[in-house]
């Protein structure tokens, strides 16, 4: 199940495109659970993480075939 604060614009040929309600308090508790310090005072989500909570698998473009 999908949060409540997400929204699927498009999903086309493996890439996915989503609108986040940033003002959800939902997402701002998930957010401050993975964000960390990168540093001081700004703070960072890997995107590997937030995938990985959201059950996106992420693919690596930058590899060589």
Same mark, same amino acid.
């Given at each position: ?12 040929? !493996? ?6 309600? *940033? ?11 993975? @964000?960390? /310090?990168?540093?001081? !005072? ?6 590997? *993480? ?11 473009? @930058?590899? /060589?075939?």
């Amino acid at each position: 199940m999908k949060p409540s604060w997400e929204t699927v614009v498009s999903s086309k040929a !493996g890439l996915i495109e989503l609108e986040i309600n *940033d003002q959800d308090p939902g997402f701002h508790s998930m957010i401050e659970e993975l @964000s960390t /310090e990168i540093q001081p !005072g700004i703070v960072g989500v890997k995107a590997s *993480d937030l995938c990985q909570r959201l059950s996106i698998e992420m693919i690596d473009t @930058s590899e /060589e075939n």
